[in-house]
């Protein structure tokens, strides 16, 4: 009933708008257009299109001799990912029941007889609105739920908020198709449930529903992403002694290749490489009977311009760099990457910053960053430092989610006692105006970012920010420096420590009322293990849960 008053309510809106522009319609016809015989460039009526929950009405004036009209929503400024297209023969249209909380970039073409004479296009953009409240009752995916064709779902049980139904979508290839049944009586009642028929080493978006709800994008709720287990299309066995930076070169220029190989690296192996610019996925894995493989870097990578890669992956690996003034990832090119996992890895002497983007207008974009288990520790020092993550591209990067979860960030003035001279930040969004699901859980923070805001997310409206279980032991400055309108913010179970100057209050926390100092085994040598097994650090699983005892 509410959202058929939302349209009839858009809908009246619309057709006085339309009473009062008819008459003028013809002054639409008065734009640049390529030819003679093209139609001119429809004009929109008003200013933006109007947003009411999550549905966009557009109206625009009628251009003479038009056919019809074509309507695109896209999720990009550039438009290359097209969610929708509409053609209509009104000059209007009520665009309903599309995803919540999206900036929707909207083009709008008239349609001659003669396709050669269409017109140009017409832009403009709307963000729909926040969903309202729901239940956030699916459980996070663990590894050892998944198979290479299953996976084993849980979800908090609720009266209020039922589940009948599951599924899964590939993430990023949709040639593999998506997987989903309704439950059973017994999955229903025990709150978790197999799902089957799974294509191997494939990234998946999982949801539980309940479609009892009328309107689609009110019926799921909140969504997780898995990775199938699973062979890479071709795995090579990297032993000590191999060239591993001359193996990774020519496979990266080899087209017989493919896209996604895994390294496999031989556990307590040491490797030398001088990164260099990537134009395919791979993943480097390091074995795990014995110590981590270690790889010494030489530069940065990079990622060729325009190029479109699935996924990166890094895991098990210790990571360090030989140049002062450099980084892990620094690129000024224009890509798009579907996924980039770092999973299980320790980086060190890192010291200008970890991650850049740069090049004002370059346009990046990554569906996916998901760091897990992994440690930056002894890194900075360098004059002038950008930080851990800087997203500079004049506003044209586009991280649609950043997970970091069981992670520790740690001494960052490697090589001096300057403390100012350390990382900046732990996310800087830049100027960029897409929105972001930014999450911290289950992090440490200790002796970081002195005196440095930890967050900024300034100009992207609309984002999502989770801070939870965060331990921050370190005399960083604010926890926010920015925050754009209509972002969601959400913060628990966060602790700090003396060290720590602003109070807890700043991320809803609990002050400790002791030092890092009291509060680790030996903080200055990079041992963080709780002394106290009755510390509320370890009773409530707060921080990075490795250093729990």
């Known amino acids: 009933m509410k959202n058929s008053k939302i349209a009839t309510k858009i809908l009246s809106f619309i057709s006085v708008l339309l009473m009062g522009v008819l008459l003028k319609s013809c002054q639409a016809d008065n734009l640049i257009y390529n030819r003679q015989d093209d139609l001119f460039q429809p004009k929109f009526v008003l200013a933006a299109p109007l947003v009411e929950s999550n549905s966009i009405a557009l109206v625009w004036y009628k251009v003479n001799d038009a056919d019809s009209y074509t309507v695109e929503l896209h999720t990009d400024n550039y438009y290359k990912s097209l969610y929708k297209s509409f053609t209509v023969t009104d000059t209007q249209?009520?665009?309903?029941?599309?995803?919540?909380?999206?900036?929707?970039?909207?083009?709008?073409?008239?349609?001659?007889?003669?396709?050669?004479?269409?017109?140009?296009?017409?832009?403009?953009?709307?963000?729909?609105?926040?969903?309202?409240?729901?239940?956030?009752?699916?459980?996070?995916?663990?590894?050892?739920?998944?198979?290479?064709?299953?996976?084993?779902?849980?979800w908090i049980i609720d009266a209020q908020n039922p589940v009948d139904s599951i599924s899964v979508e590939p993430a990023l290839n949709k040639d593999v198709p998506a997987v989903g049944r309704y439950l059973t009586a017994e999955e229903i009642l025990n709150g978790e449930a197999t799902l089957t028929g799974l294509e191997k080493n494939?990234?998946?978006?999982?949801?539980?529903?309940?479609?009892?709800?009328l309107r689609r994008y009110d019926k799921p709720y909140n969504q997780v992403t898995f990775r199938t287990a699973g062979p890479s299309a071709e795995t090579i066995l990297v032993t000590n002694g191999m060239d591993l930076d001359a193996l990774l070169r020519e496979n990266n220029e080899n087209p017989d290749i493919p896209e996604g190989t895994e390294y496999f690296l031989e556990a307590g192996s040491l490797f030398k490489i001088t990164p260099f610019t990537i134009v395919k996925g791979f993943k480097l894995i390091g074995g795990t009977q014995g110590e981590r493989p270690q790889i010494e870097m030489n530069g940065n990578w990079n990622i060729a311009e325009g190029s479109?890669?699935?996924?990166?992956?890094?895991?098990?690996?210790?990571?360090?760099q030989t140049i002062d003034a450099s980084y892990f990832f620094n690129s000024g090119n224009s890509w798009t990457v579907g996924e980039i996992s770092i999973y299980n890895c320790v980086f060190n002497y890192f010291k200008r910053g970890f991650w850049r983007h740069q090049g004002s207008g370059k346009y990046k974009e990554i569906g996916s960053f998901d760091m897990s288990y992994t440690t930056l520790d002894e890194v900075g020092g360098h004059t002038g430092p950008y930080g851990t993550f800087v997203c500079g591209s004049g506003g044209a990067d586009n991280i649609k989610s950043a997970v970091f979860s069981n992670c520790t960030f740690m001494r960052d003035y490697y090589g001096t006692t300057d403390k100012n001279r350390n990382f900046?930040?732990?996310?800087?969004?830049?100027?960029?105006?897409?929105?972001?699901?930014?999450?911290?859980?289950?992090?440490?923070?200790?002796?970081?970012?002195?005196?440095?805001?930890?967050?900024?997310?300034?100009?992207?409206?609309?984002?999502?920010?989770?801070?939870?279980n965060v331990l921050l032991a370190s005399a960083s400055g604010k926890v926010i420096q920015a925050i754009a309108a209509n972002t969601t913010a959400t913060f628990g179970n966060n602790y700090t420590t003396t060290d720590?100057?602003?109070?807890?209050?700043?991320?809803?926390?609990?002050?400790?009322?002791?030092?890092?100092?009291?509060?680790?085994?030996?903080?200055t040598q990079?041992?963080?293990?709780?002394?106290?097994?009755?510390?509320?650090?370890?009773?409530?699983?707060?921080?990075?849960?490795?250093?729990?005892?």
Do not use: C
């Open 93 to 154: 249209i009520f665009m309903d029941d599309i995803p919540y909380k999206t900036q929707f970039y909207i083009r709008l073409r008239a349609n001659h007889v003669n396709t050669a004479h269409n017109s140009q296009w017409a832009y403009t953009s709307a963000l729909t609105e926040e969903r309202p409240p729901f239940a956030a009752i699916l459980n996070k995916v663990e590894k050892i739920n998944i198979g290479e064709n299953e996976v084993k779902v849980s």
């Open 500 to 523: 720590y100057l602003l109070g807890a209050s700043a991320i809803q926390g609990t002050e400790l009322g002791i030092s890092a100092q009291d509060l680790f085994v030996n903080p």
């Open 202 to 213: 494939t990234l998946y978006n999982l949801n539980v529903f309940d479609n009892n709800k």
């Open 526 to 549: 990079g041992n963080l293990m709780i002394k106290d097994s009755n510390s509320p650090i370890v009773t409530n699983r707060v921080g990075d849960t490795r250093w729990l005892p």
């Open 424 to 468: 900046k930040n732990l996310f800087d969004y830049g100027s960029s105006a897409y929105p972001i699901h930014l999450e911290y859980q289950n992090i440490t923070v200790y002796d970081y970012a002195y005196n440095r805001s930890l967050i900024n997310i300034p100009a992207a409206v609309g984002s999502t920010l989770i801070f939870k």
């Open 308 to 320: 479109y890669i699935s996924s990166l992956s890094f895991e098990n690996i210790r990571f360090y």
